[in-house]
Nanobody
Framework: QVHVVESGGGLVQAGNSLRLSCTASGPPGSRPAMGWFRQAPGKERDFVAAITWNGDATYYADSVKGRFTISRENDKNTVYLLMNSLKREDTAVYYC??????????????????WGQGTQVTVSS
């Protein structure tokens, strides 16, 4: 069983930064591709960012490009999402997901096999 756990959410003022962390406890030595999605109230779950298993490629939604950075430390089984210049519209529950077996299109939720419970990010004006 794989457990995906997010942390680091909270309340932050617009313009400030926040870093989310995500740990995936898969089989020893496993290196899944990882992604972040977010869901605002009354909206669908949207892609935010993703990173390949070895970190050689990253992907971002247009709405966060240039402001958010995804990275990973494989020796810690941890992926990070650094969010700079936060805006009120970034307010959402942020979900981390791990892709072990799915197709290589990392911008769609169907590619991911395991999901975390989510962490709330609230950006105030």
């Amino acid at each position: 069983q794989v457990h995906v756990v997010e942390s680091g959410g909270g309340l932050v003022q617009a313009g400030n930064s926040l870093r989310l962390s995500c740990t995936a406890s898969g089989p020893p030595g496993s290196r899944p591709a990882m992604g972040w999605f977010r869901q605002a109230p009354g909206k669908e779950r949207d892609f935010v960012a993703a990173i390949t298993w070895n970190g050689d490629a990253t992907y971002y939604a247009d709405s966060v490009k240039g402001r958010f950075t995804i990275s990973r430390e494989n020796d810690k089984n941890t992926v990070y999402l650094l969010m700079n210049s936060l805006k009120r519209e970034d307010t959402a529950v942020y979900y981390c997901a791990a892709a072990y077996f799915g197709p290589p299109n990392l911008v769609v939720p169907q590619s991911y096999d395991y999901w975390g419970q989510g962490t709330q990010v609230t950006v105030s004006s």
